[in-house]
């Protein structure tokens, strides 16, 4: 069976043929690395645009970006005033990632770049007491993490949405976010709010108007 991605190649349809794909976007003010011959993982996923805005409107000091690819959340908070770590498996990734602080003119210094599976680093964190006032948790469908380690995120969410609440402080936020379509959205809701502490709000951020109803990621904020 095909994976999605796979074998679709992009095709140029504007400019000269051989060039190179990188290029530079902008978003609410933000600059963004993308790389257009890259098929469904161009660096910057636009469906998340408004959680992007609604996280820098909430003025965070304190965030930790799990799966975090190439760190959109983690410049957009970092615009803000934040001090992020992000955390994915992908070397890479956090090098695209630090390459977009610099296109904002945002100092490195501060912030942390972990390539780690998300879930050991964040068992880590809160061993530790660390604790931040927004966590992103936007895991794969699945995904390897080295050797035979996996995530499935049917098996693994539920962990991880406690572990996540273990690590937000008493007034902070959770962003949860998924593309898996075998969940209904009242499913991934249930599966979430099951392991949320007692008292925590439920946020919705409008879909885009540029996105057709049903499409791109299901998405919901935890306010604790």
Same mark, same amino acid.
Not at 148 to 158: S, W
Not at 187 to 197: A, C, G, K
């Given at each position: 069976?095909?994976?999605?991605?796979?074998?679709?190649?992009?095709?140029?349809?504007?400019?000269?043929? +051989?060039?190179?794909?990188?290029?530079?976007?902008?978003?609410?003010?933000?600059?963004?690395?993308?790389?257009?011959?890259?098929?469904?993982?161009?660096?910057?996923?636009?469906?998340?645009?408004?959680?992007?805005?609604?996280?820098?409107?909430?003025?965070?000091?304190?965030?930790?970006?799990?799966?975090?690819?190439?760190?959109?959340?983690?410049?957009?908070?970092?615009?803000?005033?934040?001090?992020?770590?992000?955390?994915?498996?992908?070397?890479?990734?956090?090098?695209? +990632?630090?390459?977009?602080?610099?296109?904002?003119?945002?100092?490195?210094? +501060?912030?942390?770049?972990?390539?780690?599976?998300?879930?050991?680093?964040?068992?880590?964190?809160?061993?530790?007491?660390?604790?931040?006032?927004?966590?992103?948790?936007?895991?794969?469908?699945? +995904?390897?993490?080295?050797?035979?380690?996996?995530?499935?995120?049917?098996?693994?969410?539920?962990?991880?949405?406690?572990?996540?609440?273990?690590?937000?402080?008493?007034?902070?936020?959770?962003?949860?976010?998924?593309?898996?379509?075998?969940?209904?959205?009242?499913?991934?809701?249930?599966?979430?709010?099951?392991?949320?502490?007692?008292?925590?709000?439920?946020?919705?951020?409008?879909?885009?108007?540029?996105?057709?109803?049903?499409?791109?990621?299901?998405?919901?904020?935890?306010?604790?």
């Amino acid at each position: 069976m095909r994976v999605p991605g796979e074998a679709d190649k992009p095709e140029r349809v504007w400019g000269e043929r +051989g060039g190179g794909s990188l290029e530079v976007v902008s978003e609410s003010g933000l600059k963004y690395e993308v790389d257009l011959a890259a098929s469904y993982s161009p660096g910057l996923f636009c469906d998340q645009r408004g959680n992007r805005e609604f996280l820098r409107g909430r003025r965070p000091r304190r965030v930790l970006n799990l799966f975090s690819y190439t760190c959109a959340f983690s410049v957009a908070s970092a615009a803000a005033g934040a001090l992020t770590t992000s955390v994915d498996v992908s070397k890479g990734a956090l090098e695209r +990632g630090r390459r977009n602080f610099q296109l904002n003119g945002i100092a490195l210094d +501060g912030h942390r770049f972990v390539v780690e599976d998300a879930a050991d680093y964040l068992r880590r964190l809160v061993r530790r007491g660390e604790v931040f006032d927004s966590v992103i948790v936007d895991p794969p469908t699945f +995904g390897r993490a080295g050797g035979k380690k996996t995530f499935q995120i049917v098996r693994d969410l539920p962990n991880l949405v406690a572990l996540a609440a273990e690590a937000t402080d008493k007034s902070g936020a959770i962003l949860f976010s998924t593309n898996y379509r075998g969940w209904s959205r009242d499913d991934f809701e249930e599966v979430v709010q099951s392991r949320l502490p007692l008292g925590a709000k439920v946020h919705r951020v409008a879909q885009q108007p540029d996105f057709s109803p049903g499409s791109g990621s299901m998405t919901m904020w935890a306010l604790l």
